[in-house]
């Protein structure tokens, strides 16, 4: 039995290090502890050359494992049970390894495990991450079957290995007929809840603004909107108990009514998963490109949770009328407030109704006086308030953020008697010149009204305009006094620095539309602009099995030529162009004879040039047959057979 090199074992173990290490952060603390333990065990046991432990350890280590993992997970099945699973076991499997079949089992093993790696992370890091991975296990597989070859030349083959796996590669994702749904992971959990939440309370915004992830992307068809109008629908709060705004239930039978007073304004969204229902479009939408639901308050809901990014066409009327004959029950809906809370903020609305008794719109310009001149203050960092959180906020703190601003608008309305509803989504967007498109993130969530007024219908009112006209203008950075508490990069952080994060967030752009986003109306489009007409995926596996015969028919001919293509001497090739020249003057080689038979037959025949042909002969034998060959002797010989004339 072969025993094993220890570059070769501290290789295996470099391969379940790197393949495991992403994994950290998705499993629990002593699993992570455990394979560290093992690995330097082996790390050990390899330095001192020590004998490996007993199988009826390595089998107690194993059992303990699996219970470990059974009570952690409280199942044996699943997607990251698996995971788990298979990492402790490969990490196990070190401390078995005695034979060649052993360590090629392990590196099959790392080859598996690095594809577990982007059911968490799809991103172009991760993959540049498990491309270096993966140069290193071909190394460590090289190494298996090379003998004495060094780490630089392993390196290069395994490099070389993986540059000719490139192009079949290209062959099967372009033409491998797509399938529905993520490549990696499971619909039902792919992400973590991130993003907007069907309630809203004190706190919830401003704790989101404090998150620079990405929402969406989105590019226009033709003009973009001025700033003030990008108010981006998202879920509709109508329910209030005192501190928190919840969507609550709409009725099935309702449906909407939008009458549009302006040209549509047409754009494509690029959504993130956020493991909600939600879409977002333009206040206020008109038609998506996919399937979806229009509740009767204009929001758009996905038939499932986005757990996949998700591209779509949408049209939005920025002008228009709103179910201008709204149902009595959604009115009602509108009007109800918690009884016995608020009593000073139910005095105040009593009071503009005293002085407006048929004025609805007037109390509206009443409450955004009474922000405008109140000495309000926006603010990231506003103080906690008590059971009475309106009355609190109007008369004694007055700082606040969006949520205060746009639910105390929508209670002091309804305190007098007029319907009003909070509205949740995103304002504004972050222009990319390079890639051409606008960006959303979560620090531009926003909450927003919504009045309804008989002759007009929902017409939008925010609060946060009058109270913070930057924030809808420039920005959240332009709004807060302190931006310290903001993101890195939502700090105007300077001109270079935006750029390469544009040059990136454009380059990652690219990636989620033609790798991550390869998907069947994707590959149907793209091979259609290829010329490839009336597409099935019939037709797609016939293209994508050719290209394959055709490239390893290609790889095959070119193993061929190397094969029967022998590299010439330097030395002989001199020789035969001498002897060529010779022969164009009417003196040929025959094919029996050596250099000095040709030599001093050419001297008996022409005896003016005997003595330099035989020269020339004399040289060649030297260089090719003696072993004395070295660079200036071989310039010297190809000088002389250059300056040779008849």
């Known amino acids: 039995m072969m025993k094993l090199s220890a570059p070769l074992i501290y290789g295996l173990i470099a391969c379940i290090l790197l393949v495991s290490a992403p994994h950290t952060e998705h499993l629990p603390l002593w699993v992570s502890a455990e394979c560290a333990a093992l690995l330097a065990w082996r790390a050990y046991l390899t330095y001192r050359d020590a004998p490996l432990p007993p199988r009826w350890l390595l089998l107690g280590i194993t059992v303990a494992s699996a219970l470990a993992i059974a009570l952690s997970f409280r199942s044996l099945f699943g997607r990251e049970v698996g995971v788990t699973l298979l990492i402790l076991l490969s990490t196990a499997k070190l401390l078995e390894l005695r034979t060649a079949r052993d ?41 298996l079957y090379s003998g004495n070859l060094g780490p630089r030349p392993r390196l290069r083959i395994g490099g070389v290995l993986l540059l000719q796996a490139i192009p079949l590669s290209l062959i099967l994702f372009v033409l491998f007929p797509r399938v529905q749904g993520p490549l990696w992971g499971l619909p039902q959990d792919a992400y ?11 706190g919830s915004m401003s704790k989101l603004s404090l998150n620079d992830a990405v929402a969406f992307r989105v590019t226009f068809d033709g003009p973009v909107p001025p700033r003030d109008q990008l108010y981006w629908r998202g ?27 302006a040209q549509p304004v047409n754009y494509t969204v690029t959504l993130e998963p956020h493991n909600k229902r939600w879409l977002f479009a333009l206040d206020m939408p008109d038609t998506l490109s996919i399937p979806h639901e229009l509740t009767p308050d204009f929001q758009l809901l996905s038939r499932a ?11 939005s009327f920025l002008g228009y009328r709103a179910n201008l004959a709204e149902p009595p029950q959604q009115i009602r809906r509108a009007l109800a407030l918690p009884r016995g809370l608020n009593p000073q903020a139910h005095q105040l609305a009593e009071d503009w109704r005293a002085r407006h008794p048929d004025d609805d719109a007037a109390i509206v310009r009443e409450v955004l006086r009474h922000f405008s001149q109140g000495g309000f203050e926006y603010t990231l960092e506003p103080p906690l308030l008590g059971v009475n959180s309106v009355d609190e906020f109007l008369f004694r703190t007055k700082q606040g953020f969006c949520e205060h601003y746009a639910g105390s608008f929508v209670f002091l309305l309804r305190a007098a008697g ?8 995103y304002q504004g967007s972050e222009y990319n010149a390079l890639g051409g498109y606008y960006i959303l993130r979560q620090s531009d969530a926003h909450a927003w009204a919504e009045v309804w007024l008989p002759e007009r219908g929902w017409v939008r009112h925010d609060p946060t305009a009058v109270i913070a006209p930057a924030r809808i203008e420039f920005g959240l950075s332009a709004a ?26 454009a380059l990652a752009n690219q990636w989620n539309q ?26 797609m596996a016939l293209n994508m099995l050719a290209g394959i015969f055709l490239l390893v028919g290609l790889f095959t001919l070119i193993l061929l030529r190397r094969l029967v293509v022998r590299q010439r001497d330097p030395v002989q090739a001199v020789w035969l162009k001498f002897c060529r020249k010779l022969k164009k003057a009417g003196l040929p080689r025959a094919p029996h004879e050596g250099p000095l038979d040709y030599a001093a037959r050419i001297a008996a025949a022409r005896p003016k040039i005997g003595d330099d042909v035989q020269g020339i002969a004399a040289r060649y034998i030297a260089l090719r047959y003696t072993g004395h ?11 002389a057979a250059s300056a040779f004339k008849l």
């Open 629 to 639: 060959s070295n660079t200036a002797s071989l310039q010297a010989f190809k000088r």
């Open 305 to 315: 949770p986005v757990n996949t990014r998700l591209r779509y066409r949408a049209a």
């Open 480 to 505: 807060v006094a302190d931006p310290a508490a903001l993101p890195f990069m939502a700090r105007n952080p300077p001109q270079w620095l935006r750029e390469l994060r544009f040059n990136w967030d």
């Open 103 to 143: 360590a090629t089992v392990l590196v099959y093993l790392s080859c598996f495990i690095i594809i577990t790696n982007f059911f968490y992370s799809q991103s172009i890091p991760t993959a540049l991450f498990m491309l270096a991975t993966l140069l290193v296990i071909m190394a460590t597989w090289v190494h």
């Open 192 to 202: 973590a809840s991130s993003g907007l939440s069907d309630s809203m309370s004190p």
């Open 418 to 425: 007029i319907p009003a509803r909070v509205v949740t989504g």
């Open 235 to 261: 879920p509709v709060l109508w329910d209030f108990d005192g501190t928190t705004w919840q969507r609550g239930r709409n009725a099935t039978t309702l449906k909407s009514g939008l009458e549009n007073t």
């Open 514 to 539: 033609w790798v991550l986003g390869y998907n069947p109306e994707t590959q149907f489009a793209f091979l259609t602009r290829l010329g490839m007409e009336d597409i099935t995926w019939q037709k």
